[in-house]
């Protein structure tokens, strides 16, 4: 089963979420700020980690970097969830490793396809309307 780590302080959108990717086949593991989402990445070593940014404890920005620059936890592909419609605030994700983006509200449809993309193709996709340019 494919196993997706949720980092999600808001209990409406992990509440949610959860069930829906749970309702898909997928087995859901909750983490409720950055601290806990970067030990549950180690432990459980997800096939992907939903990562919002706004987060207690350590930021969605700085759990993604350090989950990038680990060993055991770099190759996992991290989709960052994000209300920031800023793009410095993407730049910032993008400069940290994130794999890709996923605009809140979540249209549930648009994430699964993104998880399903990043799962598959095992390398990191950008969506045009996410964002226009990346150089990495
Ligand atoms: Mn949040």
Redesign the pocket.
Known sequence: MTKILLV???EM?WDMLSRRLERRGFEVVLASDGREGILAARSEIPDLILM?????EID?WEATRLLKSTPDTAEIPILVLT?HAMMSDRERALHAGCDGFAAKPVEFDRLLSKINNLLNRKVRFYDHDDCQTVAR
């Open positions: 999600e302080d808001n959108n919002d940014l706004s987060l207690p969605g209300a």
